[in-house]
């Protein structure tokens, strides 16, 4: 990707290195998140996966927004989110306002180990996340480090398409989805996480519309690209994490989407850039 003569975006908080006032599990990561989501689907408590021994702060150099000194390789993706960030800002104003919805723009919170926000305490086992109470994204740059390594989706742009989702469902929010799919939800788990899964295309379907214009108009992307956003989709497919967790797929219990769904609704967003290309509640998906 060409981002480095990007503009940046000044809606980037850094908490990392503060303390959250709860133990946490330092050694998360991918794998551990796995798991976690699994023993949740099956009804358990992820929470006892999640907060294993701690195993102390790992090696820190460099300095953080609270001050605490953190590792230097990360300062390059902090600054690769931020113009990332910058360029949702660019593309999805003209966008919603033939729709009537003024565009606020998202604040992204980059953290280490845990964090709280309007939508309680979470730990960077989650993966990135956003919160509709505050609308804040929520990043430990770790994830991408899990990305590469544990789930073979290296590249800026499989990073990008990371922040393009979880600006997807700001977008979401904005446009009233967000509380719509929450009132829907209150049936059977079955019925939850069928919505929630329609839910998580759309915000591929949107992170492939923030691709579309951002190449078409800023030229951000270069060969391979596109193959990375698309394996980055694949990789983190509800069955593909099943698999990886060594366990049975259970369509049931998906709410994020197959690998093949991700896929299909991240390249048609990315191949048509409109909001009407993206009704995942109207339209199912291979």
């Known amino acids: 990707m060409r981002w480095q003569g990007g503009r940046r975006s000044s809606n980037v908080e850094d908490r990392r290195g503060q303390g959250v006032g709860r133990p946490l599990a330092l050694g998360g990561g991918v794998a551990t998140l796995v798991v976690a989501v699994l023993v949740y689907l099956l009804g358990g408590d992820p929470g ?16 953080g ?122 049936g059977t788990r079955e019925d939850a996480n069928a919505l929630s899964v329609r839910q998580e295309l759309q915000a591929d379907c949107f992170a492939g519309i923030w691709a579309h214009h951002a190449q078409r108009q800023r030229q951000v992307l270069e060969q391979g690209d596109v193959e990375k956003g698309l394996n980055a989709a694949s990789a983190i497919g509800d069955d593909t994490l099943q698999r990886r967790a060594g366990g049975h797929v259970v369509p049931e219990s998906f709410t994020h989407g197959s690998s093949a769904q991700r896929v299909f609704w991240f390249r048609r967003g990315l191949e048509q850039g409109t909001l009407a290309a993206c009704d995942t509640f109207r339209e199912d998906a291979p």
Request: proline fraction near 7%; glycine fraction near 10%; aromatic fraction near 8%.
């Open 65 to 186: 927004g609270s001050g605490v000194r953190v590792d230097p390789a990360q300062e390059e993706l902090k600054d690769f989110v931020s113009v990332i960030l910058a360029d949702t800002e660019d593309t999805w104003p003209s966008l919603l306002s033939p729709e009537g919805v003024r565009y606020v723009q998202p604040r992204l919170v980059l953290f280490s180990d845990a964090v709280e926000s309007a939508c309680g305490f979470q730990e960077s086992a989650v993966g990135p996340f956003y919160c509709p109470g505050d609308q804040r994204v929520y990043l430990d740059l770790g994830f991408f480090r899990d990305l590469e390594r544990q789930l073979d989706a290296p590249g800026d742009f499989a990073r990008a398409y990371v922040v393009a989702h979880e600006v997807g469902h700001h977008v979401q929010n904005l446009l009233g989805i967000s509380s719509r799919v929450r009132a829907g939800a209150r």
């Open 48 to 63: 006892v996966v999640l907060s294993g021994d701690p195993q102390g702060p790992s090696a820190q150099v460099g300095t």
